[in-house]
């Protein structure tokens, strides 16, 4: 499993921001792409999550009705996407992708596979 996060950047406040993870490698029976956050001197905690179909989908509190995780299959690997709307400062972090099996969707515990992360910075 190899992870390619992308599409961090600067953004004002209430605007919309996309990110990508791509995974050109292998994947497997009850397999699940997640996103991850991490702010400076905070830890690294859970946004949102999509099982293979993306027929499940789990948000953190925080960013339900603003945030929106889909996936996509095609020959060459699967691409998770993280549509962030209505952005605010809060959501300022670095972004993780990551990849992992079984049924712990919420937790880091869950993942076996991260990429590197992408900077989102919010503007007020």
């Known amino acids: 499993v190899q992870l390619q996060a992308c599409g961090g950047g600067l953004v004002r406040a209430g605007n919309s921001l996309r990110l990508s993870c791509a995974n050109s490698g292998r994947t497997f029976s009850n397999y699940f792409m997640g996103w991850f956050r991490q702010s400076p001197g905070k830890e690294r905690t859970f946004v949102a999550a999509?099982?293979?179909?993306?027929?499940?989908?789990?948000?953190t509190d925080d960013v339900k009705g603003r945030f929106t995780i889909t996936i996509s299959r095609d020959n060459a690997g699967n691409t998770v996407y993280l549509q962030m709307n209505s952005l605010k400062a809060e959501d300022t972090a670095d972004y993780y992708c990551?990849?992992?099996?079984?049924?712990?969707?919420?937790?880091?515990?869950?993942?076996?596979?991260w990429g590197q992360g992408t900077l989102v910075t919010v503007s007020s």
């Open positions: 990551a990849a992992g099996d079984g049924y712990i969707y919420t937790s880091l515990v869950g993942y076996k596979y």
């Open positions: 999509i099982n293979w179909s993306g027929g499940r989908t789990y948000y």
